[in-house]
Structure formats: C-alpha cells, structure tokens
C-alpha cells in the first residue's frame, strides 16, 4: 500500500480556508485517494474520496494534479468544529475486503 | 440510528486480564475490522472477518483474537493484557469498500 506523508499539525482562524496536502509518491493506477476526520474519541469519519482532477462535495475539495502524486484536501470557512485529526489514505476502492491504512494523520486546531 | 455500536464505552483492566470488546455493525454491512489506536497515533489495523472467518491480520500477537457471528456482529478478545495495550479500539464496518467506524471502547490496563 502506497505511504503517505502529511504535516503533523495546522493552526487556522476561524473563517480562512485550510488545505492540507498529503504527498503519496508511490500511488498506484487503481489507487484511490480518501481522506477521514476524527473528532477525539470518536471514530474516523469519511470526508471525500478521488481518483483524479477535483472532487467537491458539502464538507469539503479535494485537489488531485496530473502525476496523482499528492493531493490537497481544502476546507473552506473553516469553524472551531473543524478541530480534529486529518487522515489521507490511499488504495483501492474495491469490495471493502482492503484494510484501511492510516497514518499519523494532521492535527488541525482552528482558533477563535 | 443504524450506526456501528460498540461496547462498553470504557474499560480498566489489570495486567494479565483478559479482555472482550464487541462491536455491531452497520446495517447492511457484512465485514468487521478492529484497529487499535494508541494515544497521538493513527488506527492500526488487528484484523478484519467476513463470513465469521478472520480474512486478514495486521502486524499483532496471537494474544489477540477475535470473532464474528452469523448476524455479523463481532468480538475482539485480548489475553494475557499488557501495559502497552492501552488504547482506544476501533470496530468499523463495511460492504464494498463503504467504511463506517464506531466511537470506540477505550481500554487502560494498569
């Protein structure tokens, strides 16, 4: 499974917009891109997921370039809630038998 | 809400125990994964089952097993508990690669 590599923590206002890269150079062709958010003691929770160019939804933009060797996960108008940990993951997006991966993830602390 | 349920909520158990966490999954979902994740880390991944067999494990002892039951529900079991076992353990549920997680049993042996 492709490693990935994320900051290990971001401060913003209230209100800006955050982007957080994740750099994952050794991408496979069938490998998606899917980031999670975890709120303390709760479970990891889907944001958005990619395979290539932008994926938008209600929560969040997902940024992918040409070469798919990293990716931005963009969050706009960015709220004290928005205070969690960040995880990029990278694999297949097959039948749900791959186990997810995870890594340290971004700590993102939005301040008033 | 048909979410993933886990149980109990928290745990202290003392070294040498043995544990057993359950976890029901997601309505409509047939796999079962638990992670165990230590403070400040990302969930590591123990083992997932799918038609009440284990299909794959991660990088953990034997100490930990688990199993899963005809209605999809799961338990992870850890023998022989360590300090170092201490953690939040995650079950999360899936089918075709539609992951939801539940909030987790936080474990402390002392």
């Known amino acids: 499974l492709a490693k990935t590599t994320q900051p290990i923590s971001m401060d913003s206002y209230e209100g800006q917009e955050v982007n957080i890269t994740c750099s994952h150079n050794?991408?496979?062709?069938?490998?998606?891109i899917t980031w999670y958010q975890q709120f303390p003691s709760q479970g990891p929770r889907f944001i958005i997921q990619g395979y290539k160019t932008k994926v938008t939804n209600e929560v969040a933009s997902l940024f992918i370039p040409a070469d798919r060797k990293s990716s931005t996960l963009s969050l706009p108008r960015v709220s004290l809630s928005d205070t969690a940990v960040y995880y990029c993951l990278v694999g297949t997006a097959d039948s749900g038998n791959t186990p997810l991966v995870f890594g340290k993830g971004t700590r993102l602390s939005v301040i008033a | 809400d048909a979410g993933v349920t886990q149980s109990p909520t928290h745990l202290i158990k003392t070294r040498g125990q043995q544990v057993t966490l359950r976890c029901s999954p997601k309505s409509g979902h047939d796999t079962v994964s638990w992670y165990q994740q230590a403070l400040g880390q990302g969930p590591q991944f123990i083992f997932q089952?799918?038609?009440?067999?284990?299909?794959q494990r991660g990088n953990f002892p034997d100490r930990f097993s688990g199993h899963q039951f005809p209605n999809y529900s799961s338990e992870l079991n850890v023998n022989a508990l360590l300090l170092g076992d201490s953690a939040l353990y995650l079950c999360?549920?899936?089918?075709?690669?539609?992951?939801?997680f539940g909030s987790g049993t936080r474990l402390t042996v002392v």
């Open positions: 999360a549920s899936s089918t075709r690669g539609d992951y939801t």
């Open positions: 089952y799918y038609e009440e067999e284990e299909r």
């Open positions: 050794n991408i496979a062709t069938n490998d998606y």
